[in-house]
């Protein structure tokens, strides 16, 4: 019989401490970026995969710095009240960071900056959580027989599409409206969506709000997010890249 392995003791000290390191090091990082560049942009995540946020820092790497991360600890740096506040209203710099976000550091025009971003942006497929960018119905009858097997016809139904198995041939029994422009979409409505080959989203980076060295002024360049200066972030609101 083999030998029982005895349970070891993981130490977790070291890890503890790197970990701290590492955190302390970003924060760092985030501070002496201030020192180096003359506007700090907060940008939001859109679908971004690791091979799109490759080509834009390699767009970008000899006039700007970009940070992803974990929300919390990028507060952290800029500080999370008015009297913690790194520099002048760097505090509300980081109530603007909620969700997929980021830092952008940079001295470049926000023109050149914008054009950088527009560059990386594809069409992409829906996920559960975007808006429907358009009404899709799927046309009552049957389905090409060559693109959907029929044992595929379960899966549709239990997705919410009417369908009925006839002679080995998916039918959808009536006209179906997928989507409506302006929904929510469900994890349910993009997996339909992905079947019949509809792509309603874009993998992206925007701008939520920048913030100006000389002048220490927040600007914020997404209405939508307005309300997020007046609303004290969450601790569990974080995200990682």
Not at 59 to 66: D, F
Not at 220 to 230: E, I, Q, S, W
């Amino acid at each position: 019989m083999p030998r029982s392995k005895r349970s070891k003791t993981v130490v977790l000290a070291k890890v503890e401490k790197k970990t701290r390191e590492a955190k302390q090091e970003i924060i760092k990082q985030i501070r002496e970026a201030f020192d180096k560049y003359d506007t700090v942009y907060v940008i939001d995540s859109h679908n971004m995969n690791s091979s799109s946020w490759q080509q834009l820092r390699m767009i970008m790497k000899e006039y700007a710095r970009i940070f992803m991360g974990k929300n919390q600890l990028m507060r952290y740096a800029l500080g999370k009240t008015e009297e913690e506040s790194y520099r002048t209203k760097t505090w509300q710099l980081g109530r603007l960071l909620k969700g997929m976000t980021g830092l952008l550091f940079t001295s470049a025009p926000e023109e050149k900056v914008r054009s950088a971003l527009a560059s990386v942006a594809r069409p992409c497929l829906a996920r559960g959580g975007d808006v429907a960018t358009k009404t899709i119905v799927i046309p009552q009858g049957p389905l090409d027989r060559d693109k959907y097997s029929f044992a595929l016809e379960p899966e549709l139904r239990k997705l919410g599409l009417p369908t009925s198995l006839q002679n080995t041939v998916i039918h959808v029994l009536c006209d179906h409206v997928l989507c409506k422009e302006g929904d929510i979409l469900t994890s349910a409505q993009a997996r339909l969506l992905k079947h019949f080959d509809h792509v309603l989203s874009e993998s992206s980076v925007t701008l939520r709000g920048v913030w100006h060295k000389e002048t220490e002024d927040l600007d914020v360049l997404d209405a939508d997010c307005l309300y997020l200066l007046d609303t004290a972030p969450a601790e569990e609101d974080e995200q990682s890249d």
